[in-house]
C-alpha cells in the first residue's frame, strides 16, 4: 500500500493534551522507562515540520524527552516529507542526529523501494548505522488467498535473509494487507507462522487494539518474535487515540509480556501533542 496513507487511522487522535512536567531527578539514567528502553517516537507525525526544517524539529523532540527516533526513508516516503533528506548521505544524516543528540538504529521503508533496489538502500542503512529497516506492510491484495499470503511470505523472507546478511533485522508492521483474514485465519497469524523468526520479525501497532490485535497476548504467544512496536494510547470509552498514560491500556502488562516478545525499542506514534503528553508517564513506568 502507498507509505502515506497507512496512518490515516492518526488524523482522529484526541484534540491537544497539556504535557505534565515531570522531571526526571536532572538525569536520564535515573528515569525508570519501562525495560530500561529508551524512550522513542516515530517520526511520520511530524512529516511537515521535517520537510520545513529537520534539525530543528530532532531539536524540539529530543527537548520533549525522545532519546531515539524511527525515520522514513527519503526513498519510500518522499512524498510524505521526508524527500528532502535524501540530500544527505546516510553518514550525514547519523551524524547530524548524534551531533544533536538522538539515537536513530530504526527506519521504515515501502516495500517497494526494497523490491527495486534492496542493495542500495541496505547500504544507506548501513551508512546511517541502522540495526533495523522496517515495512509498514506486503501491499498484499484486500481480500487474500493463501497462495497470496504465502508468495508474500516467501518473497519478504527473501528480503531479511539479504538484510540478515548484512547484519540489519528485517520487521514488519501489521496493518492493511497484514489484518485481513484468510479461510477465517488472519494473515498476521499466518505470517508468524511462514516467516523464518531469524530473518523476518515484527513490530505491534499497538492500536490495531480496535480491531481486536491485543499486544499483550501476541508477545506471549509468539515469544522472540517482535523487535520493536508502535506505542499509543487507546481510550476504550471514546474509541480515540489517547496520551498513553492517560488512555484504558494496561502499559504494564504490555511492556512486561513485550519482554517476552523480544522488543528492543518502541516509538511514540501520535499527533505531537500527544507523544510529548506520553513522555512524563513512560519515564516513570517501572516493569
Known amino acids: ?49 521535517i520537510a520545513q526544517d529537520f534539525p530543528g524539529t530532532i531539536k524540539q523532540l529530543a527537548a520533549a524527552g525522545f532519546q531515539t527516533i524511527e525515520l522514513c526513508s ?48 541496505i547500504e544507506w542503512a548501513k551508512e546511517l548505522g541502522l540495526t533495523q529497516m522496517l515495512v509498514p506492510s506486503l501491499d498484499g491484495p484486500r481480500n487474500p488467498t493463501m497462495d497470496d499470503v504465502k508468495r508474500a511470505a516467501d518473497e519478504y523472507n527473501k528480503i531479511g535473509e539479504q538484510t540478515h546478511k548484512a547484519g540489519i533485522q528485517q520487521g514488519l508492521h501489521n496493518e492493511n494487507f497484514e489484518v485481513t483474514t484468510v479461510n477465517g485465519k488472519r494473515t498476521y497469524d499466518i505470517l508468524l507462522e511462514l516467516f523464518d523468526p531469524k530473518l523476518v520479525k515484527f513490530q505491534f501497532q499497538v492500536s490495531e487494539i480496535r480491531r481486536g490485535y491485543d499486544a499483550a497476548e501476541y508477545f506471549t504467544k509468539y515469544p522472540g518474535h517482535f523487535i520493536s512496536m508502535h506505542v499509543q494510547g487507546w481510550s476504550a470509552e471514546t474509541k480515540k487515540i489517547a496520551a498513553v498514560g492517560q488512555d484504558s491500556l494496561d502499559w504494564k502488562k504490555i511492556f512486561t509480556a513485550a519482554k517476552t516478545g523480544g522488543i528492543k525499542n518502541y516509538f511514540v506514534e501520535m499527533d505531537l501533542d500527544l507523544m510529548k503528553a506520553s513522555v512524563p508517564y513512560l519515564r516513570t513506568l517501572q516493569v
Open 74 to 121: 527519503p526513498v519510500g516516503y518522499a512524498d510524505g516529507g521526508f524527500g528532502g533528506l535524501a540530500k544527505y548521505k546516510g553518514a550525514e544524516l547519523r551524524r547530524m542526529l548524534n551531533d544533536l543528540g538522538v539515537k536513530c538504529e530504526s527506519s521504515h521503508f515501502d516495500i517497494n523501494e526494497l523490491r527495486e533496489n534492496l542493495a542500495g538502500r
Open 1 to 49: 500500500m502507498p507509505a502515506i496513507s497507512r496512518r490515516t487511522f492518526f488524523k482522529n487522535a484526541a484534540g491537544d493534551a497539556a504535557v505534565a512536567g515531570i522531571l526526571c531527578g536532572g538525569a536520564r539514567e535515573l528515569c525508570a522507562n519501562p525495560l530500561g528502553l529508551l524512550i522513542g517516537c516515530q517520526t511520520y507525525p511530524v512529516r511537515k515540520m
